[in-house]
């Protein structure tokens, strides 16, 4: 599965690559899943997601960073993060931080501090977004 490299206008750090393995319209109708990878040193950008998100880290260590703090993750954990709550993973690894989101909405966006590339705009989310 070809991934898309995500970077930023604004943060250097910002360096990772995602793909919609599904969304509405491509093999779900009440759901998606992004499989991405962050490069170490990198991060994913502090965001918020307008619907539930599940992630499961598949390898690499990281920290998930949240407005009351730090938490590390790594091969096997799983987290839940609510709709609207701002939050960043960062690879503290030497190896790519491998993982899988899983999202409770079939078409949804994200809302990027920093302005994200593709498309530079701070928000990304589903191809189906535009309707």
């Known amino acids: 599965m070809a ?3 995500v970077g930023s206008v604004d943060d250097k750090t910002i ?3 995602a793909s919609f393995a599904s969304c509405g319209g491509n093999h ?5 899943t992004i499989v991405y990878e962050i490069a170490p040193g990198g991060h994913l950008g502090w965001h918020t997601d307008a619907t539930e998100e599940t992630q499961y880290i598949v390898s690499g260590t990281g920290e998930l960073l949240m407005e009351d703090g730090k938490y590390p993750v790594g091969p ?3 987290f839940v993060l609510p709709t609207n709550v701002r939050h960043d993973l960062a690879n503290t690894g030497k ?3 491998r993982a899988v989101a899983f999202f409770a909405a079939a078409m949804f966006t994200q809302d990027f501090d920093s302005v994200m590339l593709p498309p530079k705009s701070h928000i ?3 191809p189906n977004r535009e309707g």
Do not use: F
Not at 28 to 32: I, P, R, V, Y
């Open 3 to 5: 991934r898309i490299k």
């Open 124 to 126: 990304l989310g589903t």
């Open 76 to 78: 096997g954990s799983v």
């Open 95 to 97: 190896e790519p931080l």
């Open 28 to 32: 779900a109708s009440q759901s998606s």
């Open 15 to 17: 360096d990772w690559r």
